[in-house]
């Protein structure tokens, strides 16, 4: 991919815990993700235990709370899920009137979010997060190795 290419849509990245690498490796997998797909205006990555890893939102934003968010979200999706007698979520999509949030679960129960604008190709975004998916699972793999 050209340099070019690789620094278009990317954000300010963000470790949220220190992992040194491993950190790093999601925060250029989110990077890359924003890349590959113009209209992700915000990543995040929660671990298994609903921690926020990573995110990519903007200066300003409070990144616990939005984690907060995520993680009760999530929750109460996989609780719904369970309750209709549907197992456990592999992806939600919200839409809203500025746009969407959608999230991805990964293995070890996981979760890759993102927000797009309004105009966004959801399909398109989703599709790019399911190829993402290996990448985030690798290095919160190598995150909990160490």
Same mark, same amino acid.
């Given at each position: 991919?050209?340099?070019?290419?690789?620094?278009?849509?990317? =954000? @300010?990245? @963000?470790a949220?815990? *220190?992992?040194? =690498?491993?950190?790093? !490796?999601? !925060?250029?997998? %989110?990077? $890359?993700?924003?890349?590959?797909?113009?209209?992700?205006?915000?990543?995040?990555?929660?671990?298994?235990?609903? !921690?926020? #890893?990573?995110?990519?939102?903007?200066? &300003?934003?409070?990144?616990?709370?939005? =984690?907060? @968010?995520?993680?009760?979200?999530?929750?109460?999706?996989? +609780? /719904?899920?369970?309750?209709?007698g549907?197992?456990h #979520?592999?992806?939600?999509? #919200? $839409?809203?009137?500025? &746009?969407?949030?959608? /999230?991805?679960?990964?293995? =070890?129960?996981?979760?890759?979010?993102?927000?797009?604008?309004?105009?966004?190709?959801?399909?398109? /975004?989703?599709? !790019? @997060? +399911?190829?993402? +998916? *290996?990448?985030?699972?690798?290095? %919160?793999?190598?995150?909990?190795?160490?």
């Amino acid at each position: 991919m050209p340099a070019s290419a690789a620094n278009r849509g990317q =954000g @300010m990245l @963000m470790a949220e815990r *220190s992992g040194a =690498g491993t950190a790093q !490796d999601l !925060d250029r997998v %989110l990077a $890359d993700l924003k890349a590959l797909s113009e209209d992700i205006q915000s990543c995040a990555v929660l671990s298994g235990d609903r !921690d926020l #890893i990573s995110s990519s939102h903007e200066p &300003g934003v409070d990144r616990e709370r939005v =984690g907060a @968010m995520l993680a009760a979200l999530v929750y109460l999706s996989e +609780r /719904v899920a369970r309750e209709s007698g549907k197992g456990h #979520i592999s992806q939600l999509r #919200i $839409d809203t009137g500025g &746009g969407h949030l959608l /999230v991805v679960r990964l293995d =070890g129960g996981g979760v890759l979010a993102t927000t797009t604008g309004q105009e966004a190709r959801v399909g398109l /975004v989703l599709y !790019d @997060m +399911r190829n993402s +998916r *290996s990448e985030v699972e690798k290095a %919160l793999a190598e995150r909990s190795d160490r």
